[in-house]
């Protein structure tokens, strides 16, 4: 642990190379994201975080890189579709470019939204042209509550134990 001891040396390890430039795009944006999800980041630290690595005047490959990296790369697609927090982020970031920018942007954008699924590009444009916050609270999604059942989700544990071949902890 080359930063420090245990679990805050890494979060500080995280955390330089999601600020350090020289760190190449896809690590910077996926220490950012790692950040974020395990509450080290707030969405505001990512949104300004997001404006740096996409600027106009970030190299387009380091940039496209970042993105890739944040969202999960092919994959991202499914992601955004599902974290409306991050398709959110994304969507603050796209609204905050200037208009003079814009067309700069878009090969960015092309590049990363150009690998995702078929099926995961419509459904973000249908998700985009609803508005943000609106993805989940316009209907209801068959299949998720809309908190998680903790009490549900524990019953699966020992089936875990037993295809893992490991004991739950008491």
Do not use: C, K, Q
């Not at 910077?28 to 005047?57: K, Q, V, Y």
């Not at 969202?71 to 003079?100: F, K, N, Y």
């Not at 960015?108 to 989940?136: H, K, N, S, V």
Request: hydrophobic share 45%; proline share 7%.
């Amino acid at each position: 642990d080359p930063g420090g001891t245990g679990r805050a040396g890494a979060v500080r390890d995280l955390r330089r190379l999601a600020e350090t430039e020289r760190t190449p795009g896809a690590v910077r944006g996926r220490a950012a994201r790692i950040l974020l999800d395990e509450g080290r980041l707030t969405d505001d630290e990512a949104a300004r975080l997001m404006g740096l690595a996409l600027s106009p005047g970030a190299p387009p490959a380091s940039a496209a890189a970042w993105l890739d990296g944040f969202v999960g790369g092919t994959g991202g697609g499914l992601l955004l579709v599902h974290d409306e927090r991050l398709l959110t982020l994304l969507d603050r970031w796209l609204s905050g470019v200037p208009a003079e920018a814009f067309t700069d942007v878009l090969p960015l954008l092309r590049r990363t939204f150009g690998a995702y699924e078929p099926g995961a590009r419509r459904t973000l444009g249908e998700l985009a042209a609803r508005g943000p916050g609106t993805a989940r609270r316009t209907a209801a999604v068959p299949g998720f509550a809309a908190a998680p059942d903790t009490a549900r989700a524990a019953g699966v544990l020992p089936l875990l134990d037993l295809v893992l071949g490991t004991e739950a902890a008491a």
